[in-house]
T-cell receptor, first 113, second 112 residues
Framework: AQTVTQSQPEMSVQEAETVTLSCTYD???????LFWYKQPPSRQMILVIR??????QNATENRFSVNFQKAAKSFSLKISDSQLGDTAMYFC??????????FGKGMKLTVNP | KAGVTQTPRYLIKTRGQQVTLSCSPI?????VSWYQQTPGQGLQFLFE???????NKGNFPGRFSGRQFSNSRSEMNVSTLELGDSALYLC???????????FGDGTRLSIL
């Protein structure tokens, strides 16, 4: 069974700074997807970024980028130029051949003015 | 394009009752998945429907069931409600297996 671990339950950062959220996972599959989702207090789960395991190039979406280390089974999210609107719960998720998302426990990020 | 729509937004029930939650996917999306989110267990997969067929099921008791209609709308039913069923129920839809899932705002179910 796949597992996703987010070891940091909570982090805070000052506006405009850069922050990195860590995630590790365990799987025996070779083809899979990894995701970061954001859940603000409005509670909608919003897709931040997706990485295909077969791609060596790290995914980027504007201020969001990932550091994907397949051999180490590590998938961290870097948020540059943090904004107040980035305050939310962040979930790391795995999707393999079963095509269902397996989520980590989440990490609460607070961006302070 | 409208997003995933879940109704109702909030629901209060008592133990032993049953409840039905509704999810309308993004137009053109044929796959609908349901997840339960609780503070203790986090986000857990319930089931997935594609073209009116249950394609995948999580580790939940038979009290949890679902269905999908020909227009891809999905309903989830929970019978004989227990206090532990209090949770945020999230629905997600996607166009195909190689596409990411997009979530609705969820239904907050409270059991008294």
């Amino acid at each position: 069974a796949q597992t996703v671990t987010q070891s940091q339950p909570e982090m805070s950062v000052q506006e405009a700074e850069t922050v990195t959220l860590s995630c590790t996972y365990d799987t025996s599959e070779s083809n899979y997807y990894l995701f970061w989702y954001k859940q603000p207090p409005s509670r909608q789960m919003i897709l931040v970024i997706r990485q295909e395991a077969y791609k060596q190039q790290n995914a980027t979406e504007n201020r969001f980028s990932v550091n994907f280390q397949k051999a180490a089974k590590s998938f961290s999210l870097k948020i540059s130029d943090s904004q107040l609107g980035d305050t939310a719960m962040y979930f790391c998720a795995f999707e393999g051949g079963s095509e269902k998302l397996v989520f980590g426990k989440g990490m609460k990020l607070t961006v302070n003015p | 394009k409208a997003g995933v729509t879940q109704t109702p937004r909030y629901l209060i029930k008592t133990r032993g009752q049953q409840v039905t939650l509704s999810c309308s996917p993004i137009s053109g999306h044929r796959s609908v998945s349901w997840y339960q989110q609780t503070p203790g267990q986090g986000l857990q997969f319930l089931f997935e429907y594609f073209s009116e067929t249950q394609r995948n099921k999580g580790n939940f008791p038979g009290r949890f069931s679902g269905r999908q209609f020909s227009n891809s709308r999905s309903e989830m039913n929970v019978s004989t409600l227990e206090l532990g069923d209090s949770a945020l129920y999230l629905c997600a839809s996607r166009q195909g297996s190689d596409q990411p899932q997009h979530f609705g705002d969820g239904t907050r179910l409270s059991i008294l």
